[in-house]
């Protein structure tokens, strides 16, 4: 029971799905509870994935693919989309690093973010349009794009001041354990996919969080709630662009 409380705080944390009255909250139980977001990860795509086979049997890929993506955005309140546009507009408008941040807190869109989340949402539209497994692709990359987002929690410092902020009980580093369930529940892509393609989303994804790390360092000296989203879309489309590769034309020898 303990650990089904820690999965639908986890669950509510990144949705919009009702939770059970019965759920303990405690920011020290959110906290262990990012080990689940993978999972969580796993469980919103596959809904997402749902309505994009079922739309398809009305519609049009292209029309189903946009239905599930509206879907998607109801589904987890454009959590992460939020924050992808306000990291583009605290690292794009400004210099110092206390004005990026305080930018970020600001609840208004600028030109950077507006951009951001406009390529954003096309680049995912294309990259999965062009996919003949659309509802696998979803899958996949929303499970694994939470695990990068949330791995950074592990070994990077929370910087911002904000006690009100949403992913404030997230600032606790993760435990070894937490991070281990995190990772150990993407290994399921090893199962849907063929090993060599696995393992280039696999190593695409270490080089994701790497250069995340680095830019986020190096921009704000650490992370935030915003910085996280901005991880996690940046992953899914990087997935999204991976699963288009041919490895056969590379002429990759494993």
């Given at each position: 029971m303990q650990q089904l409380n820690l999965f639908f705080l986890a669950l509510g944390f990144f949705s919009r799905i009702p939770m059970p009255a019965w759920i303990d909250y405690s920011p020290e139980n959110l906290n262990r509870a990012?080990?689940?977001f993978t999972l969580v990860g796993w469980a919103l795509g596959g809904l997402v994935a749902l309505v994009f086979l079922a739309a398809d049997y009305l519609f049009s890929n292209s029309i189903s693919l946009w239905l599930a993506m509206t879907?998607?955005?109801?589904?987890?309140g454009a959590f992460h989309e939020d924050g992808l546009a306000d990291t583009a507009d605290g690292?794009?408008?400004a210099f110092a690093r206390e004005k990026k941040l305080s930018i970020m807190k600001d609840s208004r869109i600028g030109t950077y973010g507006a951009t951001a989340l406009v390529m954003a949402l096309l680049g995912k539209y294309l990259l999965l349009i062009e996919n003949t497994q659309i509802a696998l692709s979803l899958l996949i990359a929303y499970a694994?794009?939470?695990t990068?987002?949330?791995s950074l929690v592990f070994d990077m410092r929370y910087v911002a001041d904000d006690d009100g902020s949403k992913s404030k009980p997230l600032a606790n580093n993760q435990s070894k354990t937490d991070l281990t369930i995190l990772l150990a529940t993407s290994f399921p892509v090893f199962f849907l996919l063929d090993w060599k393609k696995a393992a280039l989303i696999i190593i695409a994804m270490i080089l994701v969080r790497y250069a995340a790390k680095w830019y986020f360092k190096k921009q704000i000296g650490g992370y935030t709630g915003?910085?996280?989203?901005?991880a996690q879309q940046i992953s899914e489309l990087v997935i999204y662009a991976v699963l288009l590769i041919n490895l056969g034309q590379l002429h990759l020898t494993w």
């Amino acid at each position: 029971m303990q650990q089904l409380n820690l999965f639908f705080l986890a669950l509510g944390f990144f949705s919009r799905i009702p939770m059970p009255a019965w759920i303990d909250y405690s920011p020290e139980n959110l906290n262990r509870a990012s080990r689940y977001f993978t999972l969580v990860g796993w469980a919103l795509g596959g809904l997402v994935a749902l309505v994009f086979l079922a739309a398809d049997y009305l519609f049009s890929n292209s029309i189903s693919l946009w239905l599930a993506m509206t879907f998607s955005l109801l589904l987890t309140g454009a959590f992460h989309e939020d924050g992808l546009a306000d990291t583009a507009d605290g690292f794009g408008g400004a210099f110092a690093r206390e004005k990026k941040l305080s930018i970020m807190k600001d609840s208004r869109i600028g030109t950077y973010g507006a951009t951001a989340l406009v390529m954003a949402l096309l680049g995912k539209y294309l990259l999965l349009i062009e996919n003949t497994q659309i509802a696998l692709s979803l899958l996949i990359a929303y499970a694994l794009s939470r695990t990068v987002a949330a791995s950074l929690v592990f070994d990077m410092r929370y910087v911002a001041d904000d006690d009100g902020s949403k992913s404030k009980p997230l600032a606790n580093n993760q435990s070894k354990t937490d991070l281990t369930i995190l990772l150990a529940t993407s290994f399921p892509v090893f199962f849907l996919l063929d090993w060599k393609k696995a393992a280039l989303i696999i190593i695409a994804m270490i080089l994701v969080r790497y250069a995340a790390k680095w830019y986020f360092k190096k921009q704000i000296g650490g992370y935030t709630g915003d910085c996280l989203g901005a991880a996690q879309q940046i992953s899914e489309l990087v997935i999204y662009a991976v699963l288009l590769i041919n490895l056969g034309q590379l002429h990759l020898t494993w």
